[in-house]
């Protein structure tokens, strides 16, 4: 299909997603994530074919890491400078933040020439979504009150419930793996906690994971040791979308069974809820001692589940001894980047130039999550950009 | 008035900012003043109409913050931003400066392609506008030997005896508050020191409201505690232009009592000047011990004022129980930032949308300083800029 | 000579820069050498008549430093807005390398919308070059398999082995300041070790030096103390490129009789090659304690060559007592940067703004590396950027 073709697909779809900030899947229709989809398929051709897509002459898209990052990071600042605007980095060391400024004054203080503002906060369990949500009252304000001349939109880069930008990545790399969404339906997706040697790793991925392909007619296999949990909510959530969307949800606690027929598999590491929770407690109390100890209990509890590496074995037990092995990036690869973790060299091996490509479709995504916040008609935008036809790189 | 009605009146103004780094508001004209606030205003406009006010294809706005800042760093790259200019950090931790460079050197060696250098630096009196001026005879040599295409513009983005962008954006926000500069002949405001648990403040930004309002027929009313006194030469300065512009300038020890019928209040901690001259000595010989002392017992003074709080019972006192209130922001609030602090939270809430949309005039200051350093006829580019009629983003 | 007739000239030479790394000036060839010295000068003199050079409407110019800079990283600041660039920092603090990514993958996570990778790396011997073919190799592999849009380009900002984007501004500073690179032939330079008070500075400035003007037919002096040697391969190297373009190549070990009849000097520090590989093993090691001994001991034997002092004695015995003094800055200057250093402060000064001249075409030989690299007929490129005649900042 080129890209005529594709805009015009695109604007069959009614989303509701301008003006509106993109902070979890689940708030959003099945056609505003399709719509995210499709302008990200374009943007992507569109620089492929060296168009630019750029339709901000000047503008700021504020990064605000509250967790290290590489690759959202870069991800965020690509798809700011493919539409036009410059990167600046909230550093909450060198700002005044530290010094008890108030969320809702340094969220207009930053914002009066801001497009967008994209965030990754995901250490605190129930509280890295709720700042986002704080942010963006502020803007509101901000913006009601004529203090900001527009309402600069939020990216969700990681919180401590989903990974959208993540998330949505993987879905498109799956609709390009399969063919299509359609596709996709009947599929057995395994989204299977794995063994690592460090700790604390957010929930975001597995949950924005369960979260958003349970909504494709998929069959979903949450595997994890007893006591693995994730938050139970979001865990119910994704039950009932697999149901509504005419696939099934299972939770199953052996990850080699699990692997039975699989058509896709995502091993990785996550922290128990619980412990996040109580590690949450101790991060408010600042309670060094308290952390170290839950973080040794927690290592010695994950060492009794060094089996739960995707190897093998366990690849053979998947449909055709070979399903879509996904992993956002960077795995703990046994031999490799650790001594023993979530998976076997061989197996990365075979499917790691496909988890590249995984990754690639990020910075579009984001990309198109910022486009159809700032353009009503996206397509008819993009429509626009094709016609404009300006070089990215001057031939 | 209309975008042209507003380029026409500025066409009226005759300035001399060609060319010349904005340093101290007190070396300005009144025209050169009011051309910046002009510039600023029509800035502001176009922003809000979507007209791109974008000068430069490329080239780089140095940002040189040797004291931590989110408002006036944030300011800085918006305004580099709208004008077309990327923003570069000198960070002096990953520079070579800390082995040994030369301040000429440097200045040179960042300025290759540049076309500004903003500078924060007001934590050691007596140093930091010297420093400014250092760069900036190093790029006068520079330039004249032809080692820069063009001799970079420097903006003072805060130093140990003003704080320009900070007071103009201040005074713009006064300008539309009371409908013109005329109208501001007359009104009185307070500059009042306030209490607060932090130590060491600048001095900076009392002193660029004192040094700066003063020459708009204003009554000006600096009240501290004794002992808290600033630079003197600038405060006799302040003096004879209060004189001069037909206004008055009266200091006092009472913060209720100056309050009086105040049409303006200014309530703002600092350090006191001999504290401050104190602790440059002491940083300078890098005498920790010293500090730490100095520190405390500076501490301890400031907690014997700690009714110099701005409350409701003072704003009682002011013109129809309504004074605006002003701060450069992030104001100490009490029980909010602080326990105790520079305002009553009741009152800041009050005025703190008003906080918001001055402090929103800095990035159209700074561009404004930029803008008019490097054209010679401000009114005539925007006139072009206007005709050009370049979308800010795509529409 | 005009525009239009430097690029007739430049459109004369066959180069083969196209889609290639610049990571060793010896890699590349005398018609590489010259065209990207022609691209630097006509890029110069377009900023200067104020045409914009911008050939990217959007891109990312990732720059990856593994040691301070401060010049360097403006320059490649500089260069890569200059032709349309945003720059990203990969800061390996912020990233998550530290946590064991591996090499390649990152390469490719950073590249999805990148056009170059600029590195810094010269910490470790026998380290800095190969991780930039490394980073090759994976991009390489990246573009092959389909997952980056284009290969991006990589800039040597200095490594263990060489230092090409300062040798090669220093080749256009000494072509302009004899005329011609024909004018070179037969001229004497200096590359002479100096007295530091610091220690383990990189052997890639004098390298660079000897592996790049040995091949225009000049009269190489290599002076030094005994025992500071440079690789030998690339001293070997230097000797055969002299032969070759009819020069001379001579290692001494007297400083002042070295500058007999010198036409050009270049006195600045190193570190010995066998103290550099012990460092690298202990560094490696993180045997700090070693490093500690080592850098003692290093000290101790710089300090016996105190007199290796560029003065004004020396300066007499070059021709006309008047050589042309270069230098990479930042230089250690007796009495200024430090007690006694590589160059008496009068000589230093008299050649000061020279120094700045030299440095101030490194932003446009990084530029002239990039153009290259992307277009395949840089010549064509350039005269359809002058026809455009797009203007840097509005006039």
Chains 1, 2, 3 share one sequence.
Request: with cysteine; hydrophobic share 40%.
């Amino acid at each position: 299909m080129n890209l005529n073709e594709k805009i015009n697909q695109l604007s069959q779809i009614k989303a509701e997603l301008f003006k509106k900030d993109f902070l979890l899947t689940w708030e959003k229709s099945d056609e505003d994530l399709k719509t995210v989809l499709e302008v990200a398929d374009i943007l992507k051709e569109m620089r492929q074919q060296n168009i630019s897509p750029r339709v901000f002459d000047t503008g700021l898209a504020i990064s605000n890491f509250r967790d290290n990052s590489t690759r959202t990071r870069f991800s965020y600042a690509s798809a700011s400078n493919l539409l036009g605007l410059a990167v600046q980095d909230l550093d909450e060391q060198k700002s005044q933040i530290a010094h008890g400024e108030t969320v809702r004054e340094t969220a207009n203080m930053i914002s009066f020439l801001s497009d967008f503002i994209g965030i990754r906060d995901d250490m605190y369990l129930g509280e890295g979504n709720k700042y986002m949500r704080e942010v963006g009252d502020a803007l509101d304000e901000g913006f009601a009150q004529g203090v900001l001349p527009n309402r600069p939109g939020i990216v969700n880069l990681q919180c401590d419930m989903d990974h959208p930008t993540q998330s949505m990545a993987d879905l498109l790399h799956l609709k390009k793996e399969f063919g299509s969404l359609e596709n996709l339906k009947g599929k057995k997706i395994v989204m299977s906690w794995a063994y690592s040697p460090s700790y604390g790793k957010p929930l975001s991925v597995p949950q924005g994971i369960i979260g958003l392909m349970s909504r494709f007619g998929m069959d979903i296999e949450l595997a994890y040791p007893e006591g693995y949990d994730l938050i139970p909510d979001i865990v119910d959530m994704a039950g009932k979308n697999a149901k509504a969307s005419g696939g099934s949800f299972n939770v199953s606690h052996d990850m080699s069974e699990a692997m039975e027929g699989a058509d896709i598999v995502y091993p990785k590491s996550w922290a128990p809820y619980h412990i996040m929770e109580e590690r949450t407690k101790l991060l408010k109390a600042a309670d060094k001692k308290g952390l170290d100890a839950l973080e040794q209990s927690c290592l010695a509890n994950n060492a009794k589940y060094k089996d739960w590496e995707y190897d093998e074995a366990k690849m053979k037990r998947t449909k055709n001894q070979d399903a879509l092995y996904m992993h956002c990036l960077p795995a703990d690869i046994s031999g490799v980047s650790c001594k023993e973790g979530e998976v076997n060299a061989d197996v990365f091996e075979k499917y790691r130039i496909k988890t590249y490509h995984e990754a690639g479709f990020k910075p579009y995504i984001i990309a198109a999550m910022m486009f159809t916040n700032k353009f009503k008609n996206p397509a008819a935008v993009l429509k626009q950009l094709v016609e404009r036809g300006s070089k990215r790189i001057m031939a």
